[in-house]
């Protein structure tokens, strides 16, 4: 399984963006796929996670609100839309999969997903 992501980029505080992780390999409507970001000097941290369906779906409380996962199956791609953007938010975010559905929190754990794509720079000026 290879995952891609893409659609980072510099925004001012309160822009947008919208990141896509592109699949290939493997059985992508199966997968549980998480989005985490990795800040300079800092571990790298859970951002969503969402089910193979799209049904069940997580959040990091510093994110709530502002950003909203959704995927498509049909296109092996999941999205992270990211509004209300801040300065705390620069970071390289990074997509990820899980093989088991991607049901529990638990399962966006940053040493317990299956597959990384490379990750995709995001800042944001103050």
């Known amino acids: 399984v290879q995952l891609q992501a893409s659609g980072g980029g510099l925004v001012q505080a309160g822009g947008s963006l919208k990141l896509s992780c592109v699949a290939s390999g493997g059985t992508f409507s199966t997968f549980g796929m998480g989005w985490f970001r990795q800040a300079p000097g800092k571990e790298r941290e859970f951002v969503g996670g969402?089910?193979?369906?799209?049904?069940?779906?997580y959040y990091a409380d510093s994110v709530k609100g502002r950003f909203t996962i959704f995927r498509r199956n049909a296109e092996k791609t999941v999205y992270l839309q990211m509004n209300s953007l801040k300065p705390d938010d620069t970071a390289v975010y990074y997509c990820a999969a899980k093989t088991n559905l991607g049901l529990h929190l638990s399962d966006y754990s940053s040493d317990g997903m299956d597959f990384w794509g490379e990750g995709t720079q995001v800042t944001v000026s103050s």
């Open positions: 969402i089910s193979w369906s799209g049904g069940t779906i």
